[in-house]
């Protein structure tokens, strides 16, 4: 049985290629997350939400499939 909350293999192979529209899809999945985490009061704080996906970001492109 598939679990819809995962992001599929070829998404995340596409990622970390450095393909925008991978990078993109691989964003919008973590956006609840990412806005849940940066969330302060009530408040999104738009700095701790900006730092969040440009780590996302970096870690997707860092990532490596030989380890």
Known sequence: ????KMIPFEIIEKAVA???E???????HY????K????YHGNIND???D???AQLIKAVLQFR???
């Open 65 to 67: 499939f030989d380890r």
């Open 1 to 4: 049985m598939r679990n819809r």
């Open 47 to 49: 700095d701790i939400q």
């Open 31 to 34: 956006t609840g997350r990412i």
């Open 22 to 28: 991978a990078v993109d899809a691989v964003l919008r």
């Open 51 to 53: 730092r969040l996906k």
């Open 18 to 20: 450095g393909e925008p």
């Open 36 to 39: 849940y985490l940066s969330t």
